[in-house]
């Protein structure tokens, strides 16, 4: 396993960060496809054994249950400050907002929640999951800064933003001497580059880390076309993300399985080692155990230049999918995942 420091921070992380929103109670929340707590600490463990300490969570993953099983088993396998704690936060409610919530009050209510859940004293990592167009951005940095303060959390993250809302955060950060973002979790992988036309560039002018999410293109870049899973079956939202450009991709996944083949090794082995070449932490999700040794084993694939130029050369343009397509202000009601996110 790598490590490096996230960003500005002296957060100590290895380059693959396990992703959590494959655990969870599968009989609520937003998907039906997450493992149960057995399966989530056996995966864990094998983590840890493995040298993965960053780990990728979030309030809204299967209505906390996500949270519940990593923060026990981590608690039971890890010593706190051996490893790296991340988690996120939506935006306020349609009831916070007619009751008055503010933002900041908001993000106390939800820090105090997670560490709850987490059965932790503090989170390493603390990231704005979505922008939240009805509640002012000096009021959710405000804060934010006010859960670093209070020791609730060491660094701030922010995830499925525009290169301009990141910078208007950190310049506003800067201006009243608050804590600044240090990382940045957007959609980003093989058949999803659009990060490459202005994000990249600033993060690595001001030093903000970049660890995507999505990396393996929810199991689509592990897997040839026509191959199938669980998740491929189940996961809608997966198809919201990638069916309209499932052709164009599929000249790219075509050109992963002829890698693999060539060095002997996995699809994820060379879809990772390309991932890892580009930024500095990847979020790796994981519902088995060998989804942990594609993972590792990456870093044993040396690609070349020519390699990363043939992977990338049938590249075209896409839309914004997903998350990302929902960062807009004309967005009148609550995205379906934040609402199937929130359902009790």
Not at 77 to 85: I, K, L, N, S
Not at 101 to 108: D, I, N, P, R, T
Not at 135 to 141: A, F, Q, R, S, V
Not at 200 to 213: K, L, N, R, S, V
């Amino acid at each position: 396993m790598e490590y490096i420091k996230l960003g500005k921070s002296d957060l100590n992380v290895s380059r693959i960060c396990l992703g959590c929103m494959g655990f969870g109670d599968n009989t609520i929340g937003q998907h039906s496809w997450t493992v149960g707590e057995s399966e989530t600490r056996k995966i864990v463990k094998y983590a840890l054994d493995n040298g993965i300490n960053f780990f990728d969570t979030a309030i809204a993953y299967q209505l906390g249950t996500s949270e519940q099983y990593v923060g026990r088993a981590l608690r039971d396998m890890a010593g706190r400050e051996d490893v790296v704690v991340a988690t996120k936060f939506l935006p306020r409610t349609a009831e916070e907002i007619e009751k008055g919530v503010s933002g900041q009050q908001h993000v106390e209510n939800s820090i105090n929640t997670s560490l709850e859940h987490l059965g932790m004293d503090y989170v390493d990592l603390y990231i704005y999951h979505i922008w939240d167009y009805k509640t002012p951005m000096e009021d959710i940095l405000e804060g934010m800064n006010n859960v670093v303060k209070e020791g609730k959390v060491r660094y701030l993250g922010i995830a499925n933003v525009f290169p301009y809302q990141l910078a208007k955060m950190n310049a506003i950060a800067k201006k009243n001497g608050w804590a600044e973002i240090i990382s940045v979790q957007n959609h980003y992988n093989m058949i999803m580059r659009e990060e490459e036309r202005e994000m990249f560039q600033m993060c690595q002018e001001d030093g903000i880390a970049m660890t995507p999410y999505s990396a393996l293109a929810s199991g689509k870049l592990s897997r040839r076309p026509g191959e199938t899973s669980n998740r491929l079956q189940k996961d809608a939202y997966l198809h919201h993300k990638y069916d309209a450009t499932a052709k164009e991709d599929d000249k790219i996944i075509s050109r992963v399985a002829e890698l693999a083949q060539r060095y002997g090794v996995s699809m994820t082995e060379i879809s990772l080692a390309w991932i890892l070449r580009k930024v500095d932490a990847p979020i790796v999700g994981a519902t088995k155990m060998h989804h942990i040794d594609g993972a590792v084993n990456a870093f044993n694939v040396k690609l070349t230049d020519d390699d990363m130029k043939y992977l990338e050369e049938p590249y075209v343009p896409h839309s914004l999918e997903g998350v990302m397509a929902d960062n807009r202000p004309v967005m009148r009601d609550e995205p379906v995942w934040v609402a199937a996110a929130r359902k009790v």
